[in-house]
């Protein structure tokens, strides 16, 4: 269950945000360092980033392609919500949470989290996570319109697969949802795919290797890094 301690209430895409962000090894790029190689090249430059960007105060610096992407999906994400919510039959859903494990490096901000109640003391919910794609070309919807299986997924874009396996693990609940969403098709714009924990335990150890792993390393270059003297 997630703990409400790990909520931190900060408003998304604030400056706060942005900040808290600076060096933390985050949901939507854990992908990067659970290519099978262990510290290949595209694990060793998200830890370089992500060292740099604690050293320097500064986030990585955004291409402009990826820029137009997070706005077409920024423009219809929400709207993405409010239908899902629709077809599972949810009165609402809760939006714009960033999670933070206390103590750690990992967080991570689920587009939404579905609230099934909370624990005897008050002190944890029961949630499902819910990551929502809009991919703003017909080819790239249409494949993952017809991913079925967590494992679809996977084959279709890895990132997104562990992105959702991650924020699952940050929210420590049993089920998240990855949702696929165009506005455009005037049939079949939508699809979901359900993620269960009980399916996915290899995956998940995996992953948590993985994180202690890139951490571990994260502290190695920081450390080598504050032993010299800035000139």
Same mark, same amino acid.
């Given at each position: ?118 624990? #005897?003391?008050?002190? $944890? ?6 990551? *929502?794609?809009?991919? %703003?070309? !017909? /080819? =790239? ?25 991650? #924020?699952?693990?940050? $929210? ?6 990855? *949702?696929?969403?165009? %506005?455009? !098709? /005037? =049939? ?44």
């Amino acid at each position: 269950m997630l703990n409400k301690n790990r909520i931190s209430g900060v408003t998304i895409y604030s400056d706060e945000w942005y900040r808290l962000k600076l060096g933390k090894i985050t949901s939507s790029r854990v992908g990067d360092i659970t290519q099978n190689k262990l510290y290949s090249d595209g694990f060793m430059s998200y830890i370089y980033e992500k060292v740099g960007e604690e050293l320097t105060g500064k986030p990585l610096f955004q291409e402009p392609i990826e820029k137009e992407a997070l706005r077409w999906g920024l423009e219809y994400e929400n709207e993405a919500i409010t239908k899902f919510g629709k077809k599972m039959g949810l009165d609402f859903v809760i939006t714009q949470q960033l999670i933070v494990v206390p103590n750690t490096r990992y967080m991570g901000t689920p587009d939404a989290l579905i609230l099934h109640g909370e624990s #005897q003391d008050e002190s $944890c919910y029961n949630v499902s996570t819910v990551e *929502v794609k809009c991919p %703003p070309t !017909f /080819k =790239a919807y249409i494949r993952f319109f017809l991913c079925k299986t967590p494992q679809d997924v996977k084959n279709v874009n890895s990132n997104y697969y562990w992105q959702v396996l991650d #924020q699952m693990d940050i $929210c420590d609940c049993l089920e998240g949802y990855f *949702v696929a969403y165009h %506005p455009q !098709f /005037k =049939a079949g714009n939508m699809n979901v795919v359900k993620f269960r924990k009980i399916d996915l335990i290899d995956d998940l150890k995996f992953l948590k290797e993985r994180k202690r792993l890139a951490s571990e390393k994260f502290e190695e270059i920081r450390g080598l890094m504050l032993c010299e003297k800035a000139y």
